[in-house]
């Protein structure tokens, strides 16, 4: 088959957001990640209304997708034709966490909505107008090796000409990071290849 | 009543987690779906949850829903109408 290539990288870590392994903004360390994620979204102009209404995974996700995907050409590409594969290994615990305080009074239906971690994708489709394969893996590590097969199956055997693959993980202590790649068959700098899914952890 | 328009502008703000609006920006009489603050089908649940929390009130008649719920205003009335009863 064509090889496939990675067209950007995103990665959201330490108050820091990275494009492409280049440091591109920051906040204090002591920030806590609900104004590091304000913080990314009123400095990169993000208008979305519904931006505040998420849960921290999906403002991860959401944030780190809104980078990837701008000043990119969907020129002849369709929203059936873009898949998300992502995964992480709290899934959404930490939104769970949240959730089970409110039972002991009445239970939150705006909380209860993010008690699924693949609400990020759909959260991801909505905005950039996705309609192609998603799925959501819990996984303990991220499996480069797994999720690049997959990946590469995708654009083997369906309609697919753009993904969206990698790494959303929040946990219970609020330790977060994203590794999200842009995946097409148009060249880029580096091959997709599982050795090129690089993510390391802060938090083990 | 004014005084209750003004506390539930902060308490919709809190509840709904609208947290690029002031509450001056809330037009008392205003739609607060569609057009107006734009929410939706779980902001109606959680102000449903709002009214029962902070008032002990509760919706009896669903289908009354839409009107008590329409702006900041006609819930203010439907509160005042229906505290402590």
């Known amino acids: 088959m064509n090889k496939l290539y990675i067209n950007k990288h995103v990665k ?6 990275y494009i492409d392994q280049e440091k591109k903004f920051s906040v204090e360390s002591d920030e806590n990640f609900s104004s590091f994620a304000k913080s990314v979204y009123k400095n990169y102009e993000i208008k ?5 209404k998420m849960d921290a995974l999906c403002k991860l996700g959401f944030l780190s997708a809104d980078l ?13 034709e873009i898949a998300i594969i992502t995964a992480n290994s709290s899934s959404s615990l930490h939104t ?12 939150s239906p705006a909380v209860f909505v993010y008690t699924l971690p693949n609400i990020v994708s759909g959260e991801i489709s909505i905005k950039n107008n996705i309609k192609g394969e998603s799925l959501f893996f819990i996984q ?4 480069t090796k797994f999720i690049s097969e997959y990946v590469k199956y995708l654009f083997e055997n369906t309609n697919t000409k753009l993904c969206i693959t990698g790494w959303i993980e929040i946990n219970m202590n609020e330790d977060y990071q994203t590794d999200l790649y842009l995946i097409s068959k148009n060249e880029g700098s580096l091959e997709f290849i599982e050795t090129n899914l690089n993510v390391t952890y802060n938090h083990e | 009543m004014n ?9 919709l703000i809190e509840q709904l987690n609208l947290e690029d609006i002031e509450p001056d920006e809330i037009v008392a009489n205003e739609a607060l779906f569609g057009d107006g603050l734009c929410l939706d089908s779980i902001d109606a649940l959680e102000i449903i949850v709002l009214l029962e929390k902070e008032y002990n009130i509760k919706i009896g008649n669903p289908k009354e829903g839409k009107e008590i719920m329409y702006s900041i205003e006609s819930l203010a009335k439907f509160i005042t109408e229906n505290k402590g009863k």
């Open chain 1, 96 to 107: 769970d966490k949240n959730y089970q305080k409110t039972l002991s009074e009445i239970p």
């Open chain 1, 12 to 17: 959201l870590l330490n108050n820091t957001v």
């Open chain 1, 68 to 80: 990837l995907l701008r000043d990119l050409n969907r020129e002849n590409i369709l929203p059936e």
């Open chain 2, 3 to 11: 005084e209750l328009i003004e506390k539930l502008k902060t308490q």
């Open chain 1, 48 to 52: 979305y209304s519904k931006f505040y």
């Open chain 1, 140 to 143: 303990d590590k991220f499996d």
